[in-house]
């Protein structure tokens, strides 16, 4: 008895939050099936136990389904509209993000079903007498609507608390970072050679990041750069490169983070040029321990480029602070 409170109280509430929130297959799935499964054991533990004459059906039927029908429709609405809100607040490719989440598929799927099973039970008893009075041959189809309805409605719940959670900033990044991976960074430096450019992974937090820049946004801004600089980190410590490979991707993932530079540069934004000097700057120092030297290169010529533009803008700090990474990267690189 002792054990069970410490192990409730062993549980962090951050990671059973981040769990719920995390829109994955598995987890949304497990979550619906937790919702689903008392009103299941309740349904085949009293089965048969209603018993309804064909108006009262009839009436109560017709009424959950258009409650359903609303609910659904007020959702589908919700969701259109945090869409254009999101893509309008920072980029037209944060859709991707929500066309990525299990929760709004899986609703439709509970509903689709509840509505179609609803209507052919309706149909079933508009075609009975109601002087007659016998409805035993779908008492359990209408029992059975009855909980469906009854979880639909829960289902509602985590679908907007989704939702709604997806209007974060740090969710969308934390979504987006995720598609960086090799094989996505060398797809999209091919592309870029070829003026494509349709499935840089990094351009859509770049794109969040400009969008915070503008606005003062410093929580988002940091939020957008160290995702992209833990991600690019975490490929070079464990990812190997030919030198054309290497070569290709480090320019692509640099050339977004100088353009932010230049931009909080001729913004005067010394906090954010910081804060863009050090994600460059940790990045060199991976690659130095993983002897990337194309990266570090890149590095190098990024801080210069930043350095230049801080120095014609009279911003000394920033500048000083630029020559310094390059004078450590500089010397680890010979």
């Known amino acids: 008895m002792s054990s069970f ?3 409730i109280k062993s549980l962090r509430t951050k990671d059973l939050r981040l769990w719920f929130s995390k829109p994955k297959w598995s987890s949304r799935l497990t979550l619906y099936s937790f919702i689903l499964l008392p009103l299941v054991i309740i349904r085949f533990s009293y089965c048969g136990f209603l018993h309804t004459d064909v108006d009262s059906a009839r009436y109560m ?3 959950l389904l258009q409650s359903e029908a609303t609910i659904f429709a007020l959702v589908i609405t919700l969701s259109l509209v945090a869409i254009q809100l999101a893509a309008s607040t920072y980029s037209v490719r944060v859709i991707d993000a929500f066309k990525k989440t299990p929760d709004f598929r899986i609703l439709i799927v509970i509903y689709a079903f509840a509505l179609i099973y609803g209507f052919w039970v309706l149909k079933l008893i508009e075609e009975m007498d109601a002087k007659v009075n016998s409805l035993s041959n779908l008492e359990n189809h ?4 009855y909980y469906i309805g ?3 409605f829960i289902a509602v719940i985590p679908c907007i608390w989704s939702i709604l959670n997806l209007l974060k900033p740090s969710t969308i990044i934390e979504l987006l970072a995720k598609e960086i991976t090799k094989q996505s960074l060398l797809l999209a430096a091919m592309e ?3 003026k494509k450019g349709k499935v840089d992974r990094i351009q859509p937090i770049i794109d969040i990041i400009h969008s915070s820049l503008m606005k003062y946004d410093y929580t988002t801004l940091r939020d957008g750069l160290r995702a992209i600089t833990e991600r ?5 410590e464990n990812e190997t490169f030919t030198d054309a490979e290497e070569d290709r991707v480090a320019k692509l993932f640099f050339f977004g983070l100088r353009r932010i530079g230049v931009l909080a540069i001729n913004g005067g934004d010394e906090d954010s040029i910081t804060e863009i000097l050090n994600c460059i700057s940790d990045i060199g120092e991976t690659a130095v321990k993983r002897n990337f030297r194309r990266v570090i290169v890149n590095a ?3 801080l210069g480029e930043l350095q230049v533009a801080a120095a014609n803008k009279n911003l000394e700090v920033e500048e000083s602070l630029a020559a310094l990474f390059i004078a450590n990267l500089k010397k680890d690189l010979n």
């Open 61 to 63: 039927l017709s009424a």
């Open 142 to 145: 209408i029992s059975h609507l």
């Open 150 to 152: 009854v979880f639909a």
């Open 5 to 7: 409170p410490l192990q």
């Open 232 to 236: 690019i980190i975490n490929i070079i």
């Open 192 to 194: 870029e050679k070829n």
């Open 300 to 302: 190098i010529i990024s």
